[in-house]
Nanobody, 120 residues
Framework: QVQLVESGGGLVQPGKSLRLSCVGY????????MSWYRQAPGKERELVAI???????NYVDDVKDRFTISRDNAKDTVYLQMNSVKPEDTAMYYC??????????????WGQGTQVTVSP
């Protein structure tokens, strides 16, 4: 059974740091692209950062130079290091595993989310 379990969210002051973790179960983690999404109240879910199975990374513009996505395939874990957080980073953060196969088919799994609240 495929499962993604996020942790590390919480209340953090502006300018501080936080690290989110997501552990994958039930699939060959190293073969999958992993990403972090977030959804703030009243807004659509948006992609924050992605790391491919080859280790290539990409970020949404407003987190570049502040957030870092990384993965440890030996631990089946993807991380999101969040530095210099801002109140607008407040959201539920979701981990996503994505695999392209066959003729352009896509399979994806989602975690249950971890809440990040940035407030003085």
């Amino acid at each position: 059974q495929v499962q993604l379990v996020e942790s590390g969210g919480g209340l953090v002051q502006p300018g501080k740091s936080l690290r989110l973790s997501c552990v994958g179960y039930g699939f060959t983690f190293s073969n999958w692209d992993m990403s972090w999404y977030r959804q703030a109240p009243g807004k659509e879910r948006e992609l924050v950062a992605i790391i491919t199975d080859k280790g290539r990374t990409n970020y949404v513009d407003d987190v570049k130079d502040r957030f870092t996505i990384s993965r440890d395939n030996a631990k089946d874990t993807v991380y999101l290091q969040m530095n210099s957080v801002k109140p607008e980073d407040t959201a539920m953060y979701y981990c996503c595993a994505r695999l392209e196969y066959g003729m352009g088919q896509v399979l994806s799994y989602w975690g249950q989310g971890t809440q990040v609240t940035v407030s003085p």
